[in-house]
């Protein structure tokens, strides 16, 4: 994709009145990023890190993303920067659109401004895609006065060279963000840094990310989740990662190998990155046209237990729920899934929401 000419940019406004710049790309059914720091919907399709992620998020999708308040196209001039404004700006930017059902993608903060939006809107999450995202803030998670120090020096950081014409004060980001990438990579992120927000609104937004703690939300979270996280990625601690899939009840985590906290096409995480992350999305053509052929060689017993699957019940709770031995359920599980041709719970459960066995959607929640 050489120009950005393929996409669309529009805007809405937020309740507050800040106008939010929207860009779509790509034909079918729709795939909403929720917005994270550092981007710029007009600039991000000519980049070499962001533009092999629209490129391949757009191959299935109509992916859509947008400026945060305060960065790229979006209004500078903000007042509030807070998580609940966040989640009400991409309410805007979904309301706006029209947008009834989609797969929801979260990556670093954008991962607590979409997990706060799939508890408030279950409904409309059918998926959840957690990348290098956190339940809390630096400040909220450190532990010792030396953690605290390091968050508060960042925010200073930014204050004091942001603007600067010389790159050395945004190139310590850049090397948090991508420290595998090239020179070219590596001069373009600096260069984003600068142009995407002001030093006072990136050490606000910075500031208001170090508070973020969306830890309670996360438990009541009842939207298929799968949650990625780089083992070394210096900008999000992998174990925070870890612990974030942990909070969100069945969901699935995928460690990737790589170091850096936006993964970069030319590593091989990122092929794995895109595989788990369709694989989450649909099921495979040959597994939904297995699981079609099969569905009348589900017992009547099979078929219990799979609606229960897909509320997104354990082995124990449908044991309790069917008055069952959780080794039947154990093996009634495995059954279901070879008729069906899936492997895990999650496919199993894109199985029934999207209704190739002719089932209903579950209630949300």
Known sequence: MAS????????CVAPDGTRIAIASIGSGPPLMRAAHWLSHVEHDADSPVWRPWLEALARHHTYIRYDQRGCGLSDSDVADFSLDAWV??????????????FPLLGMSQGGAVAISYAVRHPDKVSHLILHGAYARGALRRAGAASERLEAETLVNLIRIGWGRDNPAFRQVFTNQFIPGGTPRQHLWWNELERLTASPDNAARTLEAFHQVDVTDLAAHLRVPTLVLHARGDARVPFDEGRRLAALIPHARFVPLDSDNHVLLESEPAWATFL??????LSVPPAAAAQGAANEAALTPAERDVLRLVALGLDNAAIARQLHKSEKTVRNQVSSIFDKLGVHTRAEAIVLVRDRALGFESPPPG
Do not use: K, N, P
């Not at 950005?4 to 805007?11: A, E, P």
């Not at 309410?91 to 059902?101: I, K, N, P, Q, T």
């Open 275 to 280: 595989a788990e992350l369709h694989g989450f």
């Open 4 to 11: 950005s000419s393929r996409q669309t940019i529009r805007f």
């Open 88 to 101: 009400a700006d991409l309410e805007a930017v979904v309301d706006s659109l029209g947008l009834r059902r």
